[in-house]
């Protein structure tokens, strides 16, 4: 890798579609089986069956690569494959057409005595250095059952060999979507159980757009910073506000790989910084500090290891800042200029996002609407039901707010194949509730 063009890097300027050293990735194993986070560095390594491997390949490949473990005279590494279209469809047969399905599995006996080869074979294989692909067909060759089943069954048999002993590596870029999908899946609670469709509604009904200013508590680890910054896309501001003396982690931020520009635009300052008086008291404020105690800390969060992670099935890394080998420090969370938070106090927020499941929902809500513009929309995200409909009850005996409106947004993921297409049968029953509305003048809404 040449020191004036490294790997990633054109001109110096960075690709975003290929990978360098120090960048964050998702690294989805065999479909969703472990999905976890990795910094890209020389010494990283991840645990693939039995065997440990480097994810130095993986630097200067572009995001959505597979790859699968192969061994060499050093050991098993990682090889970079490339995915066949040819006969992904079991029931393809020639021209294209689905062939009648004869045979089916009333006859084949679960009995252990189907496969011929012995698991001292399998070792032996391997010693002679055979593919995991190639042990797949040996293990197929050799079932007695195998051609009794049907297509879907073959299909099934080969899929589950080929995770077992050859699997695969699919390198994934972290975005918004990728993002809260991983940690919804084995980590929900991390998010507040946002589900990601929650999550595309939350930030349309906030009117996120370019060089909009929004006002964001976000007690998610970040999540709602992120997707606010990578919609703003370096324009703008994101503004994390709190009570106490430290404003809540957004770890997760730093698994964006955003650059300098974007992470300029996500800064923090505190409720009383905001307030058109500082003398004012928020009623609010004892109750934040409070969960303060019990919030983890980003710098605790950032002593997990890439080996810690890779022991997981899908625990994330927060430990992703940029290697010093790239000559980048990606900062995100620095204090508000003090010419933006003037600004904010004179004109008000474009928009407000509130995603505080640990704290009274009306007590923080009332003390941030103020800090909006007039007309200006804002959303309130909470796992149940409850507490936003007691928020939106005083928010209209308060006058506060019009157009405002609960929602449950249901999302249902479908298998579609062919004789197979159904609805997928392990789903979450519930993403989460949103309050929104818009920002009106006390006095003005007596109509």
């Known amino acids: 890798m040449s020191s004036k063009s490294p790997e990633g890097f054109a001109g110096g300027i960075r690709n975003n579609r290929i990978t360098w050293e120090g960048c964050s990735v998702l690294l989805d194993i065999n479909d969703g089986d472990r999905v976890l986070f990795a910094r890209l560095t020389a010494g990283s390594k991840i645990k693939l069956g039995n065997s440990n491997c480097s994810l130095q390949p993986l630097i200067g490949c572009p995001f959505g690569s597979s790859f699968e473990v192969e061994v060499g005279k050093d050991g098993p590494f990682l090889s970079r494959v490339n995915p066949s279209t040819e006969g992904n469809n079991p029931g393809e047969k020639g021209d294209g057409l689905i062939v009648e399905e004869c045979r089916d599995n009333r006859a084949i006996v679960d009995n252990n005595t189907a496969q011929n080869l012995t698991s001292e074979d399998i070792d032996d294989m391997r010693r002679k250095g055979a593919t995991g692909d190639e042990i797949v067909e040996a293990l197929i060759a050799n079932s007695a059952t195998f051609d009794k089943k049907t297509a879907f069954s073959q299909e099934k048999y080969r899929v589950k060999k080929q995770k077992k002993y050859a699997p695969r590596l699919l390198m994934r870029r972290p975005y918004t979507r990728s ?30 757009t370019a060089h909009s200013d929004v006002l964001v508590v976000d007690m998610l680890d970040g999540i709602i910073s992120g997707a606010v910054a990578e919609r703003l896309g370096g324009t703008g501001y994101v503004c994390n506000t709190y009570c106490g003396t430290a404003p809540y982690p957004i770890s997760i931020v730093r698994m964006y790989n955003f650059s300098d520009e974007t992470c300029k635009r996500i800064v923090y300052a505190s409720l009383t910084e905001l307030q058109p008086s500082c003398s004012q008291t928020s009623t609010a404020t004892d109750e934040i500090k409070e969960q303060e105690n019990i919030l983890p800390s980003s710098s605790a969060m950032d002593m997990e290891t890439m080996e810690e992670c890779c022991n997981e099935n899908t625990e994330p890394v927060n430990n992703v800042s940029a290697s010093p080998k790239s000559g980048k420090s990606i900062k995100a969370g620095d204090k508000a200029p003090a010419e933006a938070i003037k600004s904010w106090k004179e004109n008000g927020f474009s928009s407000l996002i509130v995603a505080a499941p640990d704290v009274d929902v009306w007590g923080i809500v009332k003390e941030l609407v103020p800090l909006l513009a007039y007309s200006a929309p804002f959303v309130v995200y909470h796992q149940y039901l409850q507490p936003l409909a007691s928020c939106m009850h005083n928010l209209q005996i308060e006058k506060m707010a019009i157009g405002l409106q609960l929602s449950e947004p249901w999302l249902r993921e479908y298998q579609v194949l062919p004789s197979r297409t159904h609805p997928h049968m392990q789903m979450s029953s519930s993403g989460g509730y949103l309050l929104s509305g818009i920002r009106i003048s006390g006095e003005s809404s007596e109509s």
């Open 179 to 208: 993002i809260c999908e991983a940690y919804f899946k084995k980590h929900a609670e991390k998010i507040g159980f946002l589900r990601v469709d929650t999550l595309s509604l939350l930030l349309s009904l906030a009117n996120v």
